[in-house]
């Protein structure tokens, strides 16, 4: 059993994305080490790419700070495989499907030997992901999908068979960013994805306080909080209120 099953049959994990290099490889380490001693259960960890068409603003700068500093998808392995020697937390790799083309097929292996557990790919469409899912499989990698708002119950189907540790939901359209607020029907959809897998499925795009988390955790196997820390590492918070950032999300 791998890290990603064994962690939801547990528990409702707590999931933070950071954008890797921001403020340079160290400094992510240091923060997502700080996240994870706040109570962060699953980190996904975002390779930066210079066109990120589903992200806002907060990551979108994160990212291009990233690039500015050199950082390369390798890289980012190497930053993992740091991660993974402190710590047997579960990590995802999230990443756009260009740098992952151009880093060559031995990327999946190398992603694996790093200490990633699973690969979510935010811009390749399923008819699209053959080749992927038999690499990311062949290396022992989960292969985490998206769904959205406007996905069609045939195809939330064929998405949840395509997808191995848990499938990720879309709260709302458009791109990442902070919001307050929950959509109208995020529990009627989360149950209709319920209804066609018996895969995990988590919450993620705009969640930024524990009341949302909470609301989420009501119907959904977990939560992902995203642009609201990966603004907070941008910043420069200490790594000790990085920790209180991570800790009030879920008191």
């Known amino acids: 059993m791998g890290r990603i099953e064994e962690l939801f049959l547990k528990k409702k994990p707590f999931i933070a994305y950071v954008t890797a290099g921001d403020g340079g490889m160290e400094r992510t380490v240091e923060a997502a080490l700080a996240l994870v001693e706040g109570g962060v259960d699953l980190l996904e960890v975002g390779i930066p790419f210079s066109d990120p068409v589903a992200d806002g603003p907060v990551i979108q700068d994160a990212m291009e700070r990233s690039l500015k500093l050199g950082t390369t998808p390798r890289k980012v392995l190497e930053c993992i495989a740091t991660i993974r020697k402190k710590s047997a937390i579960p990590i995802v790799l999230f990443t756009y499907y260009n740098p992952v083309l151009a880093a060559g097929e031995d990327f999946y ?3 694996k030997a790093a200490g990633v557990d699973g690969i979510l790919i935010v811009d390749l469409p399923l008819e699209e992901g053959e080749d992927y899912r038999k690499q990311a499989q062949a290396a022992k990698l989960d292969t985490i999908f998206l769904i959205a708002p406007s996905t069609p119950k045939e195809r939330i189907q064929n998405i949840a ?11 709302r359209k458009g791109t990442t960013g902070v919001k307050t607020d929950l959509p109208d029907d995020l529990e009627k959809k989360v149950q209709e994805i319920r ?5 995990p499925v988590v919450v993620g795009f705009g969640v930024s306080n524990s009341a949302m988390a909470r609301k989420i955790l009501e119907f959904a ?3 992902v909080v995203g642009s609201y820390l990966v603004q907070a590492i941008g910043e420069g918070k200490s ?7 991570a800790r009030s999300l879920i008191e």
Do not use: I, P
């Not at 209804?195 to 895969?199: F, G, H, K, P």
């Open 109 to 111: 292996r190398e992603a």
């Open 161 to 171: 068979l395509a997808s191995s540790g848990f499938l990720y939901y879309v709260s």
């Open 195 to 199: 209804s066609v897998t018996s895969l």
């Open 221 to 223: 196997d977990g939560f």
């Open 239 to 245: 790594l000790q209120k990085l920790t209180q950032c």
